[in-house]
């Protein structure tokens, strides 16, 4: 088993940047892709961006390009997502995934595990 918890989420006014992070434990030598999703009220959960267990290869949503980066410390079996110029359109429900399967994952239903969410709010 794999836990995942999630900090960094709160309020910011649009234009800001916030910096999520999760900490993964138990059996993170297990884990291949590190995710981050959202999911806005009324919305399904999208992936925001992966990044494999060496870090050398990375996904990103078209609708965060240029805008968020995601990193990972696997000493620390830590991910971290930094948001820059944040819209209010960014504002949702952010988690964190693990994939235990092999290769790059950006698709919901290959995450095996996931952490309990941050808020993130972005006033206009």
């Known amino acids: 088993q794999v836990q995942l918890v999630e900090s960094g989420g709160g309020l910011v006014q649009a234009g800001g940047s916030l910096r999520l992070s999760c900490a993964a434990s138990?059996?993170?030598?297990?884990?291949?892709?590190m995710g981050w999703f959202r999911q806005a009220p009324g919305k399904e959960r999208e992936i925001v961006a992966s990044?494999?267990?060496?870090?050398?290869?990375?996904y990103y949503a078209d609708s965060v390009k240029g805008r968020v980066t995601i990193s990972r410390d696997n000493a620390k079996s830590t991910v971290f997502l930094q948001m820059n110029s944040l819209k209010p359109e960014d504002t949702a429900v952010y988690s964190c995934?693990?994939?235990?399967?092999?290769?790059?994952?950006?698709?919901?239903?290959?995450?095996?595990?996931w952490g309990q969410g941050t808020q993130v709010t972005v006033s206009a």
């Open positions: 138990g059996r993170t030598f297990t884990i291949s892709t």
């Open positions: 990044i494999n267990w060496s870090g050398l290869s990375t």
């Open positions: 995934a693990a994939s235990i399967r092999p290769g790059l994952r950006v698709v919901v239903n290959d995450y095996d595990y």
